[in-house]
């Protein structure tokens, strides 16, 4: 069995084991693929403490204006998409897109310091080639939410040494879409990662829209479109690793890789 790797997203719980929460379906999942994994075939990148707050001591100067600047366009860029998109008049009908924009805006907003501040950008990169530096087998990276793009960013710009130990990366409710122009600052979207397999794995009814990355990147090898919840998109970008279906799904990707 190889290595599995979880990166996590934006505000996710501050414990540095909170991959336990995950590993533990994922693990459950893979014995059905008759696929065994051990307690420790598991680790995760953790990198909630290099992230500042919007008002954090410490940050460059300027941070908490930019910021506030980055999330009012966001909350109007969300706005028009949303409003514009084929899923917009049913969002419209069922009074969604505030509470939308709102969860997009509190949630994802703190992208900015990943994306914008070197050094936040640089420290939490070194905690992913860490991980992978210690790897002693093939690793299967799986990058959740602003995880995907942070393992994204971190494997174009790593050195082949350590590009070369991940067997697969798989990206779950990744919200490219919602930030590609402050992603052109930091990876070439036209780059395919020297990974052994590159996978998008997108809720179709995810707040993220994750769906729309393969319009945004090259060279994906696999592109995989699911229905975790069907009313709520919210709740379709933060139960990948809860939801049968999208566990079955996950668990079926790292098992064609071993095989």
């Not at 065994?36 to 908490?64: I, M, N, Q, T």
């Not at 995907?148 to 879409?177: D, K, S, W």
Request: net charge negative; charged share 20%.
């Amino acid at each position: 069995m190889g290595f599995i790797i979880f990166i996590h997203g934006m505000g996710h719980d501050p414990r540095k084991d909170y991959w336990r929460d995950w590993a533990g379906p994922l693990r459950a999942a893979l014995e059905q693929k008759r696929v065994a994994a051990g307690e420790d075939d598991f680790d995760g990148v953790y990198y909630y403490d290099l992230v500042p707050g919007p008002a954090a001591e410490g940050c460059a100067e300027g941070f908490p204006a930019q910021r506030q600047r980055f999330l009012a366009e966001l909350r109007d860029f969300a706005r028009g998409e949303l409003q514009a998109a084929d899923e917009g008049p049913d969002f419209q009908a069922r009074g969604l897109i505030g509470k939308l924009v709102a969860y997009l805006v509190d949630n994802f907003g703190d992208i900015f310091a990943y994306l914008y501040l070197d050094p936040v950008y640089q420290a939490v990169n070194e905690r992913v080639y860490a991980k992978l530096r210690a790897a002693d087998r093939p690793v299967y990276l799986l990058g959740y939410s602003l995880g995907a793009l942070i393992g994204y960013c971190a494997l174009q710009q790593a050195e082949p040494a350590l590009t070369g130990r991940v067997a697969h990366f798989i990206m779950l409710g990744n919200p490219l879409f919602w930030f590609a122009r402050g992603m052109t600052r930091r990876a070439d979207l036209t780059v395919r990662p020297a990974v052994g397999r590159w996978t998008n794995l997108a809720g179709i009814v995810d707040i993220a829209w994750p769906h729309r990355v393969p319009r945004l990147v090259q060279g994906l090898d696999e592109h995989k479109e699911i229905v975790i919840d069907r009313f709520n998109p919210i709740r379709g970008h933060i139960t990948y690793f809860a939801n049968p279906e999208s566990l079955a799904l996950l668990a079926g990707l790292i098992a064609g890789t071993e095989a």
